[in-house]
């Protein structure tokens, strides 16, 4: 077994190496062809899920020399000018292109960092070469930094593609692992890729290349709270300080938790009073909301979590709410209706253009004047007006009943008279071809039998003399 450290011998060199998130790397392959020296890229995602590694595989594939400042270095105004100001104008010794990799550039505060965020700004707008930048928290980023950055989002890599990955390293390392034991490292990596194969090395020691189950020791990552378990502890918390500390370590941002409580908050409380203050407790914290959507400072979405963490404290006081209880939350509903208005909107979009050109009336005013008319007459001869306007599912349903088919009746009509719709639709088609074809030939037929012998010159004066139509050209 290689005493070399895994995550550094395993680490892919070229994009064909990397797992998952391939979406984001056709985005960077894109951004690469298209514009990729004069705007740099943001790699924003959570620990292990290969940001760094990315940055290292583009220097390698675009043959660049990678100079990289992460956060273990200083980073104040005058550091960054030196390393990275100088390196970002210049060229290398055999003349290749650089590539800046700024580490973890969320983490640019402090005395240490003083100045840092400004100068990156400047050095960014004016580089020569190839810049990229990676953070953990995206909110962290400055926006004037953000707006001339191209955002790529690195997902977690998923269980299946970690298992995979350790699979093939146990397979080039010659170990004696079970599926059972790989299968519980990438679950409990929880996607960190970085972190299950660090635990997949430390749990064998040199002269060891047997793994069991029962002797695991596995790494604990503090990851991100689920938005269900958040809001249990808003309401079961047994202080404030709890509930704030679960509020930072939400996987949804404070904008996302000020709509969630907003709407559950009706099925935590059955008293009137205290459903009220909580509801300005919320409202209050949206105003911080708003506040960083003008301002741009995400310092300030430390504030509304404040505010939404005092719900918890009338929920403890409150005689009217029983702790312990089970509460089925429930996403905003709000976000569902818009959905379902834009896929409407989407729909009549379609409707009226269709409607419009079938019938030579005006677009605008198909819904204010002539709508009216048509649904009554959808009513009362379904098929026919199906089958005139070659109608969708979705456009028969809101003809028919003035919204989307949900329920199973709805669904049975809508489905039934789609088919026969468009059953008749294709054999009327079939017999426009059959006409066209047969007209065709017909008119082949009679103009070869029916071919005009040219007269002569004789002929075409006598005609002209016996209609009386003739000029002194004729004589």
Not at 378 to 390: A, D, G, V
Request: charged content about 30%.
């Amino acid at each position: 077994m290689s005493s070399e450290v895994w995550i550094e011998k395993y680490r892919p060199e070229v994009f064909s190496e990397i797992v998952g998130n391939r979406e984001a790397i056709s985005l960077i392959k894109l951004t690469i062809d298209d514009d990729y020296e004069k705007k740099p890229i943001l790699l924003h995602g959570n620990p292990g899920v290969g940001k760094t590694t990315l940055a290292y595989v583009i220097a390698n594939e675009m043959n660049l020399e990678p100079i990289e400042l992460n956060a273990s270095a200083q980073r104040t105004a005058g550091v960054i000018k030196k390393v990275v100001g100088v390196a970002s104008d210049n060229k290398s010794f055999d003349d290749r292109k650089k590539l800046i990799i700024l580490d973890e550039a969320d983490n640019l505060h402090g005395n240490s960092d003083r100045g840092g965020a400004k100068e990156i700004i400047n050095i960014v707008k004016n580089a020569k070469q190839s810049i990229i930048l990676t953070c953990n928290e995206l909110y962290k980023i400055s926006y004037p930094l953000r707006s001339i950055c191209t955002v790529v989002e690195l997902k977690n890599i998923s269980k299946t593609d970690i298992f995979i990955v350790l699979s093939k390293i146990s397979e080039k390392e010659n170990l004696n692992v079970s599926v059972k034991v790989l299968d519980i490292i990438s679950k409990n990596a929880n996607g960190d890729l970085r972190m299950a194969i660090n635990d997949l090395q430390s749990n064998l020691s040199d002269n060891m290349n047997l793994l069991k189950e029962a002797d695991l020791i596995l790494s604990k990552k503090h990851g991100k709270d689920n938005i269900f378990k958040t809001l249990q502890n808003i309401t079961q918390a047994p202080n404030i300080s709890e509930t704030y500390a679960s509020l930072l370590n939400c996987e949804k941002n404070p904008e996302e938790l000020v709509q969630w409580v907003e709407q559950n908050l009706s099925l935590v409380f059955n008293n009137k009073n205290d459903l009220v203050e909580a509801y300005e407790k919320v409202s209050k914290a949206d105003m911080f909301i708003g506040r960083v959507r003008r301002r741009q400072n995400y310092k300030m979405w430390k504030h509304s979590s404040v505010m939404l963490s005092c719900v918890n404290s009338i929920c403890n006081n409150s005689s009217a709410y029983t702790k312990g209880g089970f509460i089925r939350f429930q996403g905003p509903q709000h976000w569902k209706i818009l959905k379902n208005n834009s896929k409407i909107r989407n729909i009549h979009k379609k409707l009226f253009v269709k409607l419009s050109n079938n019938y030579h009336v005006s677009g605008k005013r198909i819904p204010t004047e002539i709508l009216p008319f048509l649904i009554k007459i959808m009513q009362t001869n379904s098929l026919k007006f199906c089958i005139e306007n070659e109608l969708t599912k979705d456009e028969i349903s809101w003809m028919l009943f003035q919204k989307l088919g949900k329920d199973k009746s709805t669904n049975e009509i809508v489905n039934e008279l789609f088919e026969m719709s468009q059953h008749d639709i294709k054999i009327n088609k079939a017999e426009e071809i059959s006409n066209t074809l047969d007209s065709d030939f017909d008119m082949d037929s009679i103009g070869n039998s029916n071919k005009k012998v040219k007269k002569s010159k004789e002929e075409l004066k006598r005609d002209k003399l016996s209609k009386g139509q003739f000029s002194l050209a004729d004589f």
